[in-house]
């Protein structure tokens, strides 16, 4: 359907006719719907609040669900929000021009959190984690003042996996971004309609429409953040074995609570011999239920 019509979106206009191209962006709207109704991120006449930082991630991100409102797959309203936070060189012109040219609603916002980073964040520390944490704040305030109750990013597949472990090398438990969040407030979502999409083909998709990127380097991004650690040795498994993302993530979706060691996840000390003998009822997941675990 996507290859047999022109009446895309404007952000689509100009994307390279090659075989490859349209099958990437096939493939992108396909994920995209699906993470959308597989994590139960739709509800119909809400309003997004489409985060833009101006890097490929979040250009895929805002063209993508466009196409599929523009395909009345998407039954949301879409606002396009830009933060600039002062850093320095940030080119303030480039995002606002770029969403009037293509048609999108948006709202630029600028607030200087850049300053505040600085200041409070010692020297020789990285300033990642502050800075998300204000950005964060800053869109979560847009939201509730243009009445979209959900804040919408760009981490796509990759960005999951490498805070998955980050969280295990580093912080010690078994976590990383969910593809649907609720706020502490409680009165916002979290989405991230990117979560089944791999990096690679974002960056495929915004070097072949051309998209004026901004690079994620304007703050002075100190070199040997764990991220990049992480990254760096997700890449090399990758080199090693092609497919070790996928097949890394499709574990994530297929946890087994009585194979981990967490109490509080699974209950143990109800375990007894006697449900060894035991048959589970018909459609009940054996590594889910209070049975011993079979030894593998």
Same mark, same amino acid.
């Given at each position: 359907?996507?290859?047999?019509?022109?009446? &895309?979106?404007?952000?689509?206009?100009?994307?390279?006719?090659?075989?490859?191209?349209?099958?990437? *962006?096939?493939?992108?709207?396909?994920?995209?719907?699906?993470?959308?109704?597989?994590?139960?991120?739709?509800? =119909?006449?809400?309003?997004?609040?489409?985060?833009?930082?101006?890097? @490929?991630?979040?250009?895929?991100?805002?063209?993508?669900?466009?196409?599929? @409102?523009? *395909?009345?797959?998407?039954?949301?309203?879409?606002?396009?929000?830009?933060?600039?936070?002062?850093?320095?060189?940030?080119?303030?012109?480039?995002?606002?021009?770029?969403?009037? +040219?293509?048609?999108?609603?948006?709202?630029?916002?600028?607030?200087?959190?850049?300053?505040?980073?600085?200041?409070?964040?010692?020297?020789?520390?990285?300033?990642? /984690?502050?800075?998300? *944490?204000?950005?964060?704040?800053?869109?979560?305030? &847009?939201?509730?003042?243009?009445?979209?109750?959900?804040?919408?990013?760009?981490?796509?597949?990759?960005? &999951?996996?490498?805070?998955?472990?980050?969280?295990?090398?580093?912080?010690?438990?078994?976590?990383?971004? =969910? =593809? @649907?969040?609720?706020?502490?407030?409680?009165?916002?979502?979290?989405?991230? !309609?990117?979560?089944?999409?791999?990096?690679?083909?974002?960056?495929?998709?915004?070097?072949?429409?051309?998209?004026?990127?901004?690079?994620?380097?304007?703050?002075? /991004?100190?070199?040997?953040?764990?991220?990049?650690?992480? @990254?760096?040795?997700?890449?090399?498994?990758?080199?090693?074995?092609?497919?070790?993302?996928? &097949?890394?993530? +499709?574990?994530?979706?297929?946890?087994?609570?009585?194979?981990?060691?967490?109490?509080?996840?699974?209950?143990?000390?109800?375990?007894?011999?006697?449900?060894?003998?035991?048959? !589970?009822?018909?459609?009940?997941?054996?590594?889910?239920?209070?049975?011993?675990?079979?030894?593998?």
């Amino acid at each position: 359907m996507l290859d047999d019509c022109d009446d &895309i979106h404007p952000l689509f206009h100009g994307a390279p006719k090659t075989t490859e191209f349209r099958k990437l *962006r096939k493939r992108l709207v396909q994920q995209v719907r699906e993470a959308t109704e597989t994590f139960g991120m739709i509800q =119909p006449g809400a309003r997004w609040l489409v985060c833009l930082s101006g890097g @490929k991630d979040s250009y895929t991100l805002l063209a993508v669900l466009h196409e599929l @409102k523009w *395909r009345g797959l998407l039954p949301v309203d879409l606002l396009a929000c830009n933060l600039d936070q002062g850093q320095p060189g940030f080119p303030a012109t480039v995002l606002p021009e770029f969403l009037q +040219k293509m048609g999108v609603e948006h709202r630029i916002e600028f607030r200087d959190t850049y300053s505040v980073v600085v200041d409070k964040v010692p020297n020789g520390r990285t300033y990642c /984690s502050m800075c998300s *944490r204000l950005r964060r704040g800053n869109l979560y305030r &847009i939201a509730r003042e243009e009445g979209c109750s959900s804040v919408v990013l760009g981490h796509h597949r990759d960005d &999951i996996l490498e805070t998955f472990f980050m969280n295990l090398f580093h912080g010690g438990r078994l976590a990383t971004m =969910p =593809p @649907k969040l609720l706020n502490e407030d409680g009165d916002l979502t979290l989405l991230r !309609p990117l979560a089944l999409v791999a990096e690679a083909d974002c960056e495929r998709f915004a070097q072949g429409m051309n998209y004026p990127i901004i690079p994620c380097d304007l703050c002075g /991004s100190q070199d040997g953040l764990q991220r990049q650690q992480v @990254k760096r040795i997700l890449d090399d498994w990758e080199g090693r074995t092609p497919g070790r993302r996928n &097949i890394m993530f +499709k574990a994530l979706m297929n946890v087994r609570p009585s194979h981990l060691v967490d109490p509080q996840l699974f209950d143990f000390a109800a375990l007894m011999p006697e449900a060894v003998a035991e048959t !589970p009822p018909a459609g009940e997941d054996r590594n889910n239920s209070k049975q011993i675990p079979l030894l593998r």
